[in-house]
């Protein structure tokens, strides 16, 4: 039987995506054992990353700085825009490294159930963005969900009015998936894919 302060450490574990209480316990003892190697690091890294955290006020997406190193790269091009549903996304499409755009967070999806509506999302940050010119293509990577794609043809619609090139991501993304779980090789064939948004 651990103590009071291990067990709550591995219940906090727990509640990560992906770590269950058996996989936080193992994960737990692992830093345990390795204080100098593992743990100490783990704390320092949290520490530094939970006083310098904020949300890019140009994109939304999470960095230690703002405007995010994404948003201040000058490699980028600036006149494609990306819109992705989460951060998570935002991440797992830049990893495949074959976006040279920028992005726009929205901060989830429109759910008629879950009653998130466009004034819930940042979708007027990305009228403001598209009606500030420069922007020539504006990708919709919506997650290929019911809620995802109406969100899409919502933002298709709100951008019809602007003198830009809207795609979407092609639909051998499977129904139901999320883009954070797919393989690179799945999001890289479906950025090459993208076609225009009827």
């Not at 999470?62 to 996304?89: K, M, Q």
């Not at 008629?112 to 420069?134: F, K, M, T, W, Y």
């Not at 995802?148 to 709100?158: F, I, K, N, P």
């Not at 779980?181 to 225009?196: C, F, I, K, S």
Request: with cysteine; net charge neutral.
């Amino acid at each position: 039987m651990a103590s009071q302060e291990i067990e709550a450490l591995a219940g906090a574990l727990a509640r990560l995506p992906g770590l269950g209480p058996r996989s936080a316990r193992r994960a737990v003892l692992h830093l345990m054992k390795r204080r100098e190697a593992a743990l100490q690091p783990l704390l320092s890294a949290l520490q530094t990353v939970s006083e310098r955290l904020s949300t890019c006020s140009t994109c939304g997406n999470v960095d230690t700085s703002d405007p995010c190193a994404i948003c201040r790269d000058p490699r980028r091009d600036e006149r494609s825009l990306c819109v992705v549903e989460e951060v998570s996304d935002l991440w797992a499409l830049d990893r495949s490294r074959l976006f040279p755009g920028k992005y726009h967070v929205l901060g989830g999806r429109l759910s008629a159930l879950e009653g998130v509506r466009p004034e819930n999302l940042h979708v007027e940050s990305l009228i403001q963005r598209v009606a500030a010119g420069g922007i020539d293509e504006v990708v919709l990577a919506m997650n290929a969900t019911l809620e995802g794609q109406t969100t899409a043809h919502y933002l298709a619609e709100r951008l019809e009015k602007f003198p830009v090139r809207l795609t979407q991501l092609a639909h051998g993304l499977p129904v139901g998936g999320e883009l954070d779980y797919l393989d690179e090789g799945t999001l890289a064939q479906a950025l090459r894919a993208r076609r225009p948004v009827a």
